[in-house]
């Protein structure tokens, strides 16, 4: 049986099917603002009245500049798909944007907030990395809530699950490899088209100082482990604007 968090993510599924269904007969489509704008091309655009929402898979990511990053699909004998942008160096640089205001919004009389989820691949294998998030022309922020710590890590998130902060992933039974997400805040005034960067890192990049200070153990015997191994998937780009968010954490 489900534990109270797979009940709480079976739910937050059935929820999102459900929405989905209502959104796409009351919708109104902005795909042409899309390919108007020069802007990439979400696989899902929805729109209702204050609620603007874009989604972009691996394959439709709005890749700006990358050194390094390339499009696989790992997904085996299984036969089902699973897409990524992959990074096989510490260093390498995932730059992503423009992506576009379709349906009217303005952001350049007033600011505009949106919430930013990133989809990556979390593995108890020891050759995962981490990366760091950063925002060029707009301000992002970790998002205000009591667990975000823990739960949705920024701007650094390490890939491998025994070093990941979500105490689940932790879990010396955890040995599943999944698509992971983390969430922040994103603030754009107009202007320059806000751009994300997306770092390959050193494993431990998703730590705190506090943490960093007083000495990463296991950070340490990854490193004797991977050989100079490291490696960062990238699945998924999700973004969220609504005039209900009213606090930058």
């Not at 890749?63 to 790992?74: K, N, P, Q």
């Not at 699973?82 to 600011?111: A, E, M, Y």
Request: charge should be neutral.
């Amino acid at each position: 049986h489900p534990s109270p968090e797979g009940h709480q993510l079976l739910g937050s599924e059935v929820a999102t099917f459900v929405f989905d269904r209502v959104m796409s007969a009351t919708s109104v489509s902005t795909v042409a603002a899309w390919r108007a704008s020069g802007a990439a091309e979400p696989f899902r655009e929805e729109r209702k009245e204050d609620h603007w929402e874009a989604c972009f898979s691996a394959d439709r990511l709005p890749v700006r500049e990358t050194d390094a990053w390339t499009l696989v699909d790992e997904g085996g004998d299984k036969g089902v798909p699973k897409l990524g942008l992959l990074s096989s160096h510490i260093g390498d640089v995932l730059t992503l944007g423009p992506f576009g205001l379709p349906g009217g919004v303005n952001c350049s009389q007033s600011r505009c907030r949106f919430q930013v989820e990133v989809g990556y691949l979390l593995s108890p294998r020891v050759v995962q990395g981490a990366f760091v998030i950063g925002c060029d022309h707009c301000h992002c922020a970790r998002e205000w809530s009591t667990f975000a710590k823990q739960l949705r890590p920024f701007p650094g998130v390490d890939t491998y699950s025994g070093l990941n902060t979500n105490p689940h992933y932790q879990d010396a039974e955890f040995n599943a490899s999944i698509t992971a997400t983390t969430v922040f805040d994103m603030e754009w005034r107009g202007g320059k088209q806000c751009l994300l960067s997306i770092t390959h890192a050193p494993p431990g990049a998703g730590l705190s100082a506090k943490f960093k200070r007083a000495g990463c153990k296991a950070c340490e015997e990854l490193a004797r482990k991977r050989n100079d191994s490291s490696r960062v998937r990238i699945d998924s780009l999700n973004i969220v604007a609504s005039s209900s968010r009213q606090k930058m954490g």
